[in-house]
C-alpha cells in the first residue's frame, strides 16, 4: 500500500481575525462568538450546523519526509521536454536547467522564470530531441542525439545568470558528435559520454573546462547511460541486460571491477549509485520491469536487495540522494522511495505529472534532479513543463511544550506554550487540553510580548469547554504580507487561565494533545508549503509558593497582566539613574531582563529591552527563573 503523500495540509477554521496593532488576547467570549457556541453550565455543547468547523486534511504520514508542489512553468511548448539538472552559483541562487526542442533553458528558481535558452541541435534526432545535462562549477555541458546548431557537446558559462549563460562553444571528434548521456567526476576533473555508437564511454579531460581533450576509451558491447564519482564509473549496458563498474583511476587503461548481469533483463538504462557507495540503483526502462536495488559495499559480490515499480509499471530514471530514491516514473510522475532499508522499497511519495493515463507508455516525468543544498527537487515532463517541489524532512529537534506555572487557588495564571523551531515557521496549530483536578477556566490567548507578537491571526478551530480543550491557528499572515518567524526558541502563546478557590490536588496537566474533531489536530508547524507534527512536552499547573517573576522577564513596574511595555522601560530607566537608590523594583527578577547569573540589574538589561520592544519578529526576553 502507497504511504501517504502530505503534500499540504489544509485547516479551515470559522475564527476570528486578530489586529495585534490594537489587541492583545482574546477572550475566550470571543471564541464562542466566532464558532458561534453556546455552553450551558450543565456541560452539555451547542453548535449551530452553520458554524460547524470546516478541516480539511491528509492522512497523516508515517514518514518523516514530505514533498510538495512548489509552482510548474511551461519553457517549452508541445512534447519538447527532455532531462533536467540544477545549478546554485557562490550566492546561493539557484537555477534549474532543462533540455528542451529548441536548446538548453536557463530557469531561475526563486522567481519562476526563464533567464535564457542556448540553442541546440534539432536535426536527426526523431521526435524527442534527447538532451542530457551536467555541469562542472559554473560550466554547463549538454549532449544530445541531434545534430545541426551547436551540435557535439555544449560547453555553456553560467556566470553571468541572472542576467544570461554564455555559449562558449562545442566539442566533438569526427567519429563522435552525437552522445546519447554524460557524466562528470566533479572532484577529478573528467567528463565520460556515451559512445555515438553505444559501444563505450569517452573521457574527456577538463583541466581547462572550456577546451577538453579526449583521452580514451572504456569498450563495452552496449552502453546507455554513465555514473562517475572518484575514478569510478558506473555503466548501464542497454541490450547486454547488465550494469558494470570500472576503476579508472589510469585513465589510458580502465580496468572492469563488475559486471552484474540481470536475470531476465529489460533494457539495462541507467544505474546510480548512494553517495556513501553502499548501494546502487538501476533501471530498465521496459514495461513492467522493476527499479531494482543493489548492495556494491562487496563489489566482487554485489547482491539484489529490493525492487520498487509504480503504477504506470514504467520508470526511465533513477537519483540516489539523502537516503532516497528518486525516480522519473513517466505516467506515473516523481516517485520517491525509502533507501533506509532497500529491501522493503517503503514508498514516500508519487506526485503524477500526466493526468491523462497510467501505463507504461512514454509520457510524464523525463527527467528528475534531487541534488540541490536546499531540499527542492526539479522534474522534467516530455509535455515540456518543468515541475519545483520543496521537501521536508521533520526536524525531531521542533519541540512544543507548555510551561510549569505555580499559583494559589483563586488566581488567574498563564501559561506560556513554547516552541523551539528549526524551521521558519509561518504559523502554528496548538491543540491545548487542561483536564484535571483543579477544574480550570480558560480566559483568553495572546501573544503579547512573544515572538509571535508580530502574527496578523489567530483561529480557534475548535473549543470543547466541557473537555476542557482547544484548538489554537496562529499564523503570520494569510496572505504572505509578513514574515516567517525565524528559527528560534521561545513562548509562542499564552494561554491565560483562571483557578478556581476550590482547587486541590496534586496538579493540573496542560497538555498538547491531538484534537479529536471530524479530522485529528496534532500540534504542528506550518511552513511555506508543508504542516508538520512536532513531538510535545506537557507542563503543569500546581497549587503552591509563587514568585514574583511571571512568564517572561522584563515586567518591570509589576503590572498585574504582565504587559511589557514602555512603561517598563521608563521604571527601568529611573532604577538605573536613581543615584540615591530610594527607588524600589516591584520584583528585581522582572528588572533582571538578560537573566544574567549574578542578578545584576544594569545597562546591558536596558538595551535588551530597548530591542525588545523596538526590533522585529525573533527578538526574545528570558523566561523567569
Known sequence: MKASLLAAVCLIGLGILVDHSTVSAVP??????????????AGRLEESSAASVAMMSAAPNDSTFSLCLKAVITPDQGFGGTDCWGWEDSDGKEYAIMGVANGIVFVDVATMQVKDLIPGPQTGCGGTRWRDIKNYGKYCYAVSECTG???????????????????????STAADVRSHNLSIDTAKGYAYLVKQNYSGVRIIRLTNPTSPVEVDTIATGDCHDVFARNDTVWIAEGSMGSWSMYNVANKTNPQLITRVHIPSPGYVHNVWPTADG??????????NETVKFWDIQDPLNVSFVGQYLAPSDLCHNVHMQDGKAFMSHYESGLAVVDMTDPSAGTELALFDTYAAGESANFNGTWGVFPHTRTGKVYASNLDGRLFVFLTQSEQLADTLKAADVATDPGEEIAVNISITNDVSAKGFILPINWTGPYGMILDSVSTQGLRTGYFEEI?????????????????????????????????????????????????????LAPYLAPNTLYPS???????????????????????CCVNLRGNVDGSPNDAIDISDLSALISYLIDIGGSTVLPCPDEANVNGSANGAIDISDLSLLITYLTGGPGTMLPACP
Open 28 to 41: 475566550i467570549d470571543a471564541v464562542l462568538d466566532s464558532l458561534d457556541m453556546r455552553h450551558d453550565r
Open 149 to 171: 546548431t551547436n551540435q557535439g557537446m555544449m560547453i555553456m558559462d553560467m556566470s553571468f545568470l541572472p542576467d544570461s549563460v554564455r555559449y562558449i562553444g562545442s566539442f
Open 278 to 287: 553502499k548501494y546502487a540503483g538501476t533501471t530498465e526502462e521496459t514495461p
Open 459 to 511: 483561529n480557534f478551530l475548535g473549543y470543547d469547554d466541557a473537555n476542557s480543550r482547544i484548538a489554537v491557528q496562529m499564523k503570520t499572515s494569510s496572505f504572505g504580507t509578513s514574515p516567517d518567524l525565524p528559527p528560534g526558541s521561545g513562548p509562542v502563546l499564552r494561554v491565560h487561565f483562571t483557578v478556581p478557590s476550590s482547587a486541590s490536588g496534586d496538579s493540573n496537566q496542560v497538555r
Open 525 to 547: 508547524i506550518m511552513t511555506e508549503c508543508f504542516t508538520l507534527r512536532v513531538p510535545t512536552e506537557d507542563g503543569a499547573v500546581t497549587l503552591g509558593p509563587t514568585g
